[in-house]
């Protein structure tokens, strides 16, 4: 197991469970760091405008992986 997945997996195993609020605002927050206000809330609005993929967001968030590590992953969390 490499360093940094040692790391995110101690990370992972003190997360607690979040309620629907926490992920929201920790979802607003991450997208806050990783984009800037304005691009955030162009991302946010551009959900409610247009009708999204959700098979295709799918494919690209799984390539490359096996379904026995989607589970694996499914069970830590």
Same mark, same amino acid.
């Given at each position: 197991?490499?360093?940094?997945? *040692?790391? %995110?997996?101690?990370?992972?195993?003190?997360?607690? +469970?979040? @309620?629907?609020?926490? &992920?929201?605002?920790?979802?607003? #927050?991450?997208?806050?760091?990783?984009?800037?206000?304005?691009? *955030?809330? %162009?991302?946010?609005?551009?959900?409610?405008?247009? +009708?999204? @993929?959700?098979?295709? &967001?799918?494919?690209?968030?799984? #390539?490359?992986?096996?379904?026995?590590?989607?589970?694996?992953? *499914?069970?830590?969390?």
């Amino acid at each position: 197991m490499r360093r940094d997945d *040692a790391t %995110r997996l101690r990370h992972m195993e003190k997360i607690q +469970p979040m @309620d629907d609020t926490q &992920i929201r605002v920790s979802g607003i #927050e991450a997208l806050n760091k990783a984009l800037g206000p304005a691009a *955030a809330l %162009r991302f946010l609005t551009l959900l409610h405008r247009e +009708p999204t @993929d959700y098979v295709e &967001i799918s494919r690209r968030l799984y #390539e490359g992986q096996t379904l026995e590590q989607i589970f694996e992953r *499914a069970r830590e969390n």
